[in-house]
């Protein structure tokens, strides 16, 4: 399995990450769809009303302001203080450098990914991550412009890197109460976060 | 949309809120060198009259024998057609921007199906068929005549994370000045413990939270916090403990 090296006060531990899914534990369950021959049935797209599209045959394109195509590899970053920012690294491409991570860092954290830490090295970080402390890091499976927020924690028997972006949260006061009349804007944003894979 | 969330305290008093979801923006947008944006668009790149099992039904026959040698052959044989006359282009699908579409059923012949039979199916971890059974409606149960009880039992927040995994968070937000003071009186217990409260639906607020009908259930927290005169009260969910995949035994 690919290793990564990771590094915390002059010790470094080589691991590889294992995805962790949530139907490797518990199994899953999915709806299968049938005609009345009984014959099972695809999701699949209409367009013009007379074109029927199956799974895989539509694309995402990005073009200029020219309707030239735009490969993906041609962008740059920008930041929110409109800065162009570099690339930041694989996890696997050179030692990860941790640090000591905050409780309520991870709590806020909007989850993406969870992998199981796999190793046949003796874990350097095992006892304090045993005793409830957490690790943290830079995490980007691939080279990307945009790293997320990552924690090392243990249940007691494994250790688990959990990946996602730490959120930046709102305190409310008494005089910011949310108003509980729906606006047209509230709506569309909805309709754009409806996930259509659900029907 | 606003969406309601109906809350009882251990003293029995209930109040409707809103929530949101707490998803970060992204901190770094993606621009061509120039500055400008690129625009996204979704293209069509085939369709069920390109798809390789019609082309091969269409010029080369139906399959006889479904054995996978058989469907090889007929694929090499298709290779040929293709290189020679592209049947896998439609010239006038094939690029074209798509702006507004509808989602089909569709049966193995690709003609959309709209009466539809469901069964949901189940698997185990070892990936085994368990059980194949009518599926079940899912009702959201934390608003309206529903509530979602506070447990009043204040777990610590370090031996939570260390059991379960809170994939999901939601901001829970008052409405107006009396909510106000109740949200904020249970972030304040919270905060103060450094603990997360359990809380449920049902009678005894036992049961799983299901945020929206046709949802999945989830288990779920309470995580407070104060700074001054402000708060911030996260509903965590979480469907999945804290534990790797049972290794196959050898």
Redesign the interface.
């Known amino acids: 399995m690919r290793t990564a090296e990771f590094s915390f006060k002059g010790k470094s531990w080589n691991a590889g990450l294992s995805k962790?899914n949530?139907?490797?534990?518990?199994?899953?369950?999915?709806?299968?769809?049938?005609?009345?021959?009984?014959?099972?049935?695809?999701?699949?797209?209409?367009?013009e009303?007379r074109?029927?599209?199956?799974s895989?045959?539509?694309?995402?394109?990005?073009?200029?302001?020219m309707g030239n195509p735009?490969k993906?590899s041609?962008?740059?970053?920008?930041?929110?203080q409109g800065t162009q920012?570099d690339k930041q690294p694989s996890v696997y491409a050179g030692p990860v450098q941790l640090s000591k991570g905050q409780?309520?860092d991870?709590?806020?954290m909007?989850?993406k990914a969870?992998y199981?830490m796999q190793s046949d090295d003796e874990n350097p970080f095992e006892a304090q991550l045993n005793s409830?402390e957490?690790l943290q890091l830079q995490f980007n499976y691939r080279e990307d412009?945009?790293a997320d927020d990552a924690f090392m924690?243990?249940?007691?028997?494994?250790v688990?890197l959990?990946t996602g972006?730490?959120?930046?949260?709102?305190?409310?006061?008494?005089h910011?109460?949310?108003?509980?009349?729906?606006s047209e804007g509230?709506?569309e944003a909805?309709d754009e976060l409806m996930d259509?894979s659900?029907? | 949309m606003a969406r309601f969330i109906h809350f009882i305290d251990d003293q029995k008093r209930d109040a409707q809120v809103t929530f949101s979801s707490l998803n970060p923006k992204a901190k770094v947008r993606m621009f061509l060198p120039d500055g400008s944006a690129p625009e996204t668009l979704r293209v069509i790149k085939g369709s069920a009259t390109t798809a390789v099992a019609h082309l091969c039904d269409a010029l080369i026959g139906p399959l006889e024998s479904p054995d996978g040698t058989a469907e090889l052959v007929r694929e090499i044989e298709l290779a040929e057609h293709i290189i020679k006359s592209d049947p896998e282009v439609d010239l006038e699908l094939h690029g074209k921007f798509i702006t507004d579409a509808d989602r089909v059923y569709v049966n193995p012949q690709m003609r959309p199906v709209f009466r539809l039979k469901e069964e949901e199916h189940i698997f185990s971890a070892k990936r085994e068929l368990v059980e194949k059974r009518t599926p079940r409606v899912v009702l959201s149960n934390i608003a309206e005549s529903d509530m979602v009880k506070w447990s009043g039992k204040m777990l610590p927040k370090r031996a939570i994370v260390q059991k379960v995994l809170l994939t999901k968070k939601y901001q829970v937000k008052h409405i107006n000045g009396l909510t106000f003071s109740f949200l904020f009186d249970l972030a304040k217990q919270l905060d103060e413990k450094e603990a997360l409260m359990p809380v449920g639906a049902g009678e005894k607020g036992n049961q799983p939270l299901v945020m929206s009908d046709g949802g999945k259930p989830y288990r779920a927290f309470l995580e407070g916090r104060v700074r001054g005169d402000s708060y911030c009260l996260i509903l965590h969910l979480t469907d999945q403990e804290l534990k790797a995949p049972q290794k196959d035994e050898a």
């Open positions: 962790l949530r139907a490797d534990v518990y199994g899953w369950s999915e709806i299968q769809r049938h005609d009345q021959e009984g014959q099972t049935c695809e999701i699949a797209t209409l367009v009303g074109h029927v599209l199956p895989g045959s539509v694309s995402m394109l990005k073009r200029d302001e735009v993906t041609d962008l740059i970053g920008v930041d929110r920012v409780l309520d991870y709590l806020a909007a989850v969870v199981v409830g957490l412009y945009e924690l243990s249940n007691g028997n494994d688990f959990v972006q730490v959120a930046e949260l709102e305190f409310l006061s008494q910011q109460a949310e108003s509980p009349i729906e509230d709506a909805e259509f659900m029907f």
